[in-house]
């Protein structure tokens, strides 16, 4: 899986979340999307820090 510093998302990585959103539990699903979301804000900050 990759991303972007910015959060772009390729298309074939949109599908892959969708099969997985299908495949998991609502809380397992929205667990993985924060944490995700947590590790790309802490990337960002680490590559514009001074």
Known sequence: ??????????????KVFASWKRA?????CNLMLKRLSLSLLQARVRSFEL
């Open 1 to 14: 899986m990759l991303f972007s510093l910015g959060g772009m998302m390729n298309g074939s990585t949109t």
């Open 24 to 28: 998991m539990t609502r809380g397992t």
